[in-house]
């Protein structure tokens, strides 16, 4: 369970400003109800750019609710110039903290705010930018560095945090962590492939997953195997016990002996029965 | 004080006050080590006797058919590798899209590890696709592996007949029991089912013990090699006030079975019927006619699951939740998601769970409670409105 603090428990318990304002001055939408959570923000201001009005309305965890009632209390009153320099840190630390895994309810409120500032000041709203790297959030590149800069994070499971990105189906995780190392100056880990291996080495590998891995095995069965030469990389070998005999000595061979050279010796080898 | 309604005993349940007295002077007096050699230890030895006697009997089974573990999670994983281990030139594994974690991340484990592992889909009330399963099943199938009920839907799968279909076929059939012991008639002798995992604190004993079924004749390597306790089949001095308080907790729950098929269902029914009738927009998730008496599995659309479930816990009522937030992921539960529950309704799923001690009052206190609850949280969100204006 999630350990909250008083105060979100306080706002999500009695949110302040729940509702929409039908003649608003600014209007900002953000997340959707297959992402878990939304909100809708809206305010009113005065002449001198001050707002004097805002509501929301969340779909979202406790969390979420709690942030959106923090940040409209937080916008009550405060100039536009004011209130575009809140960031979701401000609204967490507003609430005594969140726990990490809720972070991105912070960011939403922050992003909520600066599409209804952008809406009030007429700008168009800019089609996202960059490439998709989050197919299952719709995250792009140009947002995942943006959250690394500003929120200094240095690992793919932060990044979710924050901003969703990799809290799907996990294929992005390579990417982000590209995205991780080229941020952070990082020098991604070049991975050197292993010296060719001798001749003499290739077998004592062979001999040694045999034994290992495979005869203890067959032998459950009342099976064994013998290597009987290795010539590049064709391995031949020959079934004995009940193997020798058994129908299914062909299957053992190619989806268990080959699979298990191929992992822990070379994946080129071939197994070959001999007679 | 406020009072709790306690209706999340798919998580975990009390321990019934005659299993806490059965099982006290195992934890005070009799502390002998059951493989020692003198009057205390006997005594242990024989509580134990007792307690897989009792095991035996709600199962259908020969005490010596029963291995107590530590968990619902290590019966499943010994049962898995028990039968990988027993058959090693056999790769294939099935089970199916909505198993419990213990069996779900062992078999992905598995089939990065050398395996190939084939999960089986389920239709939209949560049912197994039986011809896809018959399809997969080879002469390479290690172990088919299917739960009995679904911890969160409560749906049943026909493993009895499964496991005849398997057996016939010669494979070797394990069922996540967890859930179905103790509210499910069983007599797995008859069937063939090869392999049955089980939990104490799901049966009103308390955590950390649990029992694996083994047919007599299955091929069995142990998880836990060490002693020879269990018959050779679990390592590890036994943990004997727990496996009392499992065997008075499985009688308990044989001379309970009625009541539970009976009272409960009817207070279950009471609840569902009472919540949809009071809640627009709310649907029962699986199959309503294949499930287990004690559980239900509903959808509140347009809001999320952890604060349906932190504004009940205000008003004493403890309940939970298939939605991402509550599951420490992003994404809601894989049971409702492989079932093609809408994400609309998925995130805010609420299973509510009864056992024996949930009385008439505290259902009407939920039925009571609850449909405020959700229209608040509905005047809170962006979708109901639009919802609301067609």
């Known amino acids: 369970m999630w350990e909250y603090s008083d105060k979100v428990k306080e706002h999500f318990l009695n949110p302040r400003n729940v509702g929409i304002i039908e003649d608003a001055d600014g209007v900002g939408e953000v997340g959707s109800i297959s992402c878990g959570d939304a909100l809708k923000l809206t305010f009113k201001v005065d002449e001198n750019e001050r707002i004097v009005d805002v509501k929301f309305q969340t779909f979202g965890c406790a969390s979420a609710i709690a942030s959106s009632s923090a940040l409209t209390e937080m916008l009550k009153g405060k100039t536009i110039e004011e209130a575009e320099k809140i960031t979701n840190d401000d609204i967490a630390n507003y609430l005594g903290g969140l726990p990490k895994e809720k972070m991105h309810c912070s960011v939403m409120g922050q992003e909520a705010l600066e599409k209804a500032i952008a809406c009030y000041r007429g700008k168009p709203l800019v089609e996202k930018e960059g490439e998709i790297v989050c197919e299952c959030f719709g995250v792009t590149d140009v947002e995942i560095r943006r959250a690394l800069t500003e929120h200094r994070l240095s690992a793919v499971e932060d990044v979710t945090h924050y901003i969703k990105a990799g809290g799907g189906c996990g294929n992005c995780h390579d990417r982000i962590q590209e995205l991780i190392n080229e941020v952070t100056g990082q020098a991604p880990s070049v991975r050197t492939l292993p010296p060719k291996m001798t001749n003499i080495q290739k077998i004592r590998l062979i001999e040694e997953t045999l034994e290992r891995e495979i005869k203890p095995a067959l032998k459950q069965d009342g099976g064994d195997i013998e290597l009987v030469d290795v010539e590049g990389t064709r391995v031949q070998v020959k079934l004995h016990g009940s193997c020798s005999s058994c129908s299914a000595a062909h299957i053992t061979l190619k989806d268990f002996v080959e699979k298990k050279l191929r992992e822990f010796v070379l994946p080129e080898l071939v197994v070959e029965e001999v007679q | ?390």
């Not at chain 2, 859930?179 to 049955?196: E, S």
């Not at chain 2, 390592?235 to 308990?252: D, F, M, Q, R, Y």
Request: charge should be negative; glycine fraction near 8%; charged fraction near 20%.
């Open chain 2, 1 to 390: 004080m406020m009072k709790t309604v306690y209706l999340d005993n798919n998580a975990t349940t009390a321990v019934a006050p005659e299993v806490l007295e059965a099982m006290l002077p195992y934890l005070k007096d009799h502390y002998g080590n059951p493989s020692s050699m003198y009057g205390m230890a006997r005594r242990a030895a024989t509580a134990l006797d007792q307690a897989r006697a009792r095991m035996a009997q709600i199962l259908g089974a020969s005490p010596e058919e029963i291995v107590f573990t530590s968990c619902g999670t290590e019966s499943d994983n010994a049962a898995i590798w028990a039968a990988i281990r027993s058959n090693p030139i056999k790769r294939h594994i099935i089970t199916s899209r909505v198993e419990h974690s213990a069996v779900k991340n062992l078999c992905e484990y598995l089939s990065h590890n050398g395996y190939q592992v084939t999960f089986v889909p389920v239709d939209d009330k949560g049912q197994l696709d039986l011809d896809y399963l018959y399809d997969h099943l080879s002469e390479d199938t290690a172990v088919v592996s299917l739960m009995w009920a679904n911890n969160e839907t409560g749906v049943m799968f026909p493993v009895e007949e499964i496991a005849r279909e398997v057996k016939d076929r010669g494979g070797v059939f394990h069922t996540d029991a967890v859930q179905a012991v103790g509210k499910v008639p069983m007599d797995v002798g008859r069937t063939g089912i090869d392999m049955l995992s089980l939990s104490g604190h799901k049966l009103h004993a308390p955590k950390g013990v649990g029992a694996l079924y083994v047919r007599k004749g299955t091929k069995f390597t142990p998880f836990l090699v060490g002693g020879h306790q269990e018959q050779n089949r679990r390592g590890g001095t036994e943990n004997v006030a727990s496996i009392v308080a499992l065997g008075k907790a499985a009688e308990l729950a044989g001379n309970l079975m009625a009541e539970e098929n009976t009272r409960v269902k009817a207070l279950r029914d009471r609840l569902e019927t009472g919540i949809l009738g009071a809640v627009p927009h709310a649907v029962v998730n699986g199959d309503t006619d294949q499930r287990l008496p004690n559980t239900t599995n509903i959808s509140f659309e347009f809001i999320e699951g952890e604060s349906i479930l932190l504004m009940m816990d205000e008003i004493g009522i403890c309940a939970s939740s298939g939605s991402a937030c509550t599951s420490g992921s992003l994404e809601p539960s894989h049971v409702l998601r492989a079932m093609g529950v809408p994400y609309t309704a998925a995130h805010g799923s609420v299973r509510f769970s009864l056992s024996v001690y949930n009385t008439r009052q505290e259902i009407d206190y939920v039925i009571e409670k609850l449909p405020p609850i959700i229209a608040r949280l509905r005047q809170m969100s962006p979708f109901w409105k639009s919802v609301q204006a067609g």
